[in-house]
């Protein structure tokens, strides 16, 4: 009955901008909080067996990555969940938005005539419908980035967040960090546009996987008695896991109901690396994100490295791909996808995926800048607890700290771990890469870090510290 409600709501929005479908795909992407890697039963690199959980089951995504492409090198543009999904939406990194943290002020970021997701989608054919529900992270309303539909500018706590210790308790929902609810409009988002013969984007932004621990009772029990992970071993986490799994699964269904899977992309991913562990983030030791380094909070490798899986017209089979990409790329790739790739972008750090997805000869994403970059300059108090900045080109990883210059140097396609530097042995490639880093944050103007600046409490302007 509440979906039938919704779609009557809908309807008459959609219908004030009523036009022909044409062959314009439709996209739904659905964007997990806080979940690892290997925080689902998806191989994300067939070559390593620890890049699927071992303790964690999500049957609906193991299903429908068979017939999707993995991304075995796949990045959040930052380890926090605000930069990111900036960076998701305007195809930007967070040096480049001086946006790097959660809580910081944005009223610097032209949110209005920058170019998001929704608006290229509509840039390429006015009769898209676009839709946003669950957490949106962004300092500003879903509708000033071109979205029809959404749940407005909601934060964690709308998902249930309480920043105490009593995040970490396994507590019983019947709606567990709204998947259901969150669910079922998107449901019904996707049975109005059908309806009516447009074409969609829907983006739904869980609230799971992040704290507080919310899960359904008959989750929990099945945790409580199967046999833990040797390195993921919360029974809370992993029944909130396989809830979302159930709410994607869903929608899978969905998809499949409306006959629309030949001409739906789908696209899973996560906002960045799961915490280390629970409570807190204390030991890094074999945590949750292992092999991968550390987690949540800084640019090793367990705090940006994310599943990313693409299913959609003429993927017919799973095929991995180990390419580095990033999510600042799903903008342009999302243009290039609706069938246009002469959208101008100002200043975008992504490139398409498209020729890699469908050209198996395709080695590069074609970017304008030479690397993935993360910027993190600030104390966290947390993980790696000092200002510090990454790039990613190849199959190497420089991670530069700015307090002291100090350099860290890791072939990742062999170095999952990050446990040999190899500053001093690979000196060549060392300057060549610390050079790209900093020269690209002085292009970008990047905020700039100084002791005692949190980046939280104050303006941009008037902090004014940049490279």
Same mark, same amino acid.
């Given at each position: 009955?509440?979906?039938?409600?919704?779609?009557?709501?809908?309807?008459?929005?959609?219908?004030?901008?009523?036009?022909?479908?044409?062959?314009?795909?439709?996209?739904?992407?659905?964007?997990?909080?806080? =979940?690892?890697?290997?925080?689902?039963?998806?191989?994300?690199?067939?070559?390593?067996?620890?890049?699927?959980?071992?303790?964690?089951?999500?049957?609906?995504?193991?299903?429908?990555?068979?017939?999707?492409?993995?991304?075995?090198?796949?990045?959040?543009?930052?380890?926090?969940?605000?930069?990111?999904?900036?960076?998701? =939406?305007?195809?930007?990194?967070?040096?480049?938005?001086?946006?790097?943290?959660?809580?910081?002020?944005?009223?610097?970021?032209?949110?209005?005539?920058?170019?998001?997701?929704?608006?290229?989608?509509?840039?390429?054919?006015?009769?898209?419908?676009?839709?946003?529900?669950?957490?949106?992270?962004?300092?500003?309303?879903?509708?000033?980035? *071109?979205?029809?539909?959404?749940?407005?500018?909601?934060?964690?706590?709308?998902?249930?967040?309480?920043?105490? /210790?009593? =995040?970490?308790?396994?507590?019983?929902?019947?709606?567990?960090?709204?998947?259901?609810?969150?669910?079922?409009?998107?449901? *019904?988002?996707?049975?109005?546009?059908?309806?009516?013969?447009?074409?969609?984007?829907?983006?739904?932004?869980?609230?799971?996987?992040?704290?507080?621990?919310?899960?359904?009772?008959?989750?929990?029990?099945?945790?409580?008695?199967?046999?833990?992970?040797?390195?993921?071993?919360?029974?809370?986490?992993?029944?909130?896991?396989?809830?979302?799994?159930? *709410?994607?699964?869903?929608?899978?269904?969905?998809?499949?109901?409306?006959?629309?899977?030949?001409?739906?992309?789908?696209?899973?991913?996560?906002?960045?690396?799961?915490?280390?562990?629970?409570?807190?983030? /204390?030991?890094?030791?074999?945590?949750?994100?292992?092999?991968?380094? $550390?987690?949540?909070?800084?640019?090793?490798?367990?705090?940006? $490295?994310?599943?990313?899986?693409?299913?959609?017209?003429?993927?017919?089979?799973?095929?991995?791909?180990?390419?580095?990409?990033?999510?600042?790329?799903?903008?342009?790739?999302?243009?290039?996808?609706? *069938?246009?790739?002469?959208?101008?972008?100002?200043?975008?750090?992504?490139?398409?995926?498209?020729?890699?997805?469908?050209?198996?000869?395709?080695?590069?994403?074609?970017?304008?800048?030479?690397?993935?970059?993360?910027?993190?300059?600030?104390?966290?108090?947390?993980?790696?607890?000092?200002?510090?900045?990454?790039?990613?080109?190849?199959?190497?990883?420089?991670?530069?700290?700015?307090?002291?210059?100090?350099?860290?140097?890791?072939?990742?396609?062999?170095?999952?771990?990050?446990?040999?530097?190899?500053?001093?042995?690979? =000196?060549?490639?060392?300057?060549?890469?610390?050079?790209?880093?900093?020269?690209?944050?002085?292009?970008?103007?990047?905020?700039?870090?100084?002791?005692?600046?949190?980046?939280?409490?104050?303006?941009?302007?008037?902090?004014?510290?940049?490279?």
């Amino acid at each position: 009955m509440k979906n039938i409600k919704l779609l009557f709501l809908i309807i008459p929005i959609l219908q004030s901008i009523y036009g022909q479908r044409g062959s314009s795909p439709n996209f739904i992407f659905i964007l997990a909080d806080d =979940q690892g890697w290997n925080g689902t039963s998806v191989k994300m690199m067939e070559r390593e067996p620890l890049s699927q959980s071992d303790y964690y089951q999500t049957p609906n995504l193991k299903k429908w990555s068979s017939n999707a492409v993995i991304f075995s090198d796949a990045y959040a543009a930052a380890p926090v969940c605000a930069p990111s999904r900036y960076s998701i =939406q305007f195809g930007k990194t967070p040096a480049r938005l001086s946006l790097i943290r959660v809580g910081m002020n944005s009223d610097h970021i032209s949110h209005k005539k920058m170019k998001s997701i929704p608006k290229v989608l509509k840039e390429i054919n006015s009769n898209y419908v676009t839709a946003h529900f669950g957490k949106w992270g962004i300092g500003s309303d879903p509708k000033t980035l *071109g979205y029809d539909i959404s749940d407005g500018p909601t934060k964690n706590k709308d998902g249930g967040f309480v920043n105490n /210790k009593e =995040q970490w308790i396994s507590t019983i929902h019947k709606d567990p960090k709204k998947i259901f609810s969150l669910t079922k409009k998107a449901i *019904g988002f996707m049975d109005s546009a059908v309806l009516i013969n447009k074409p969609f984007y829907l983006q739904v932004s869980h609230y799971a996987v992040h704290a507080s621990l919310q899960m359904q009772e008959k989750t929990l029990a099945k945790y409580q008695i199967l046999e833990k992970g040797k390195y993921q071993n919360n029974e809370g986490l992993a029944a909130m896991t396989e809830d979302l799994d159930e *709410g994607v699964g869903m929608v899978l269904k969905k998809v499949q109901e409306l006959g629309i899977e030949k001409n739906t992309y789908i696209i899973y991913m996560s906002d960045n690396g799961s915490v280390p562990n629970i409570p807190g983030a /204390k030991k890094y030791d074999h945590s949750y994100n292992f092999p991968l380094s $550390r987690g949540k909070w800084d640019a090793m490798e367990g705090g940006i $490295r994310v599943p990313l899986l693409i299913s959609g017209p003429g993927i017919n089979s799973s095929k991995e791909i180990n390419i580095p990409v990033s999510g600042s790329d799903l903008l342009p790739t999302i243009a290039d996808l609706a *069938g246009s790739n002469n959208i101008q972008f100002n200043n975008i750090d992504g490139g398409s995926l498209k020729e890699i997805i469908y050209n198996n000869k395709e080695k590069n994403v074609k970017r304008n800048v030479s690397g993935i970059f993360f910027h993190v300059p600030y104390r966290n108090g947390i993980a790696l607890k000092r200002p510090h900045s990454a790039v990613r080109k190849g199959d190497y990883k420089l991670i530069k700290f700015q307090d002291n210059g100090e350099i860290l140097l890791f072939n990742v396609l062999k170095d999952l771990k990050e446990e040999i530097n190899l500053a001093d042995k690979n =000196q060549k490639i060392a300057i060549e890469l610390e050079k790209i880093l900093d020269d690209y944050l002085a292009d970008v103007n990047a905020p700039k870090w100084q002791e005692g600046i949190n980046w939280k409490n104050k303006a941009l302007n008037e902090i004014n510290s940049f490279h």
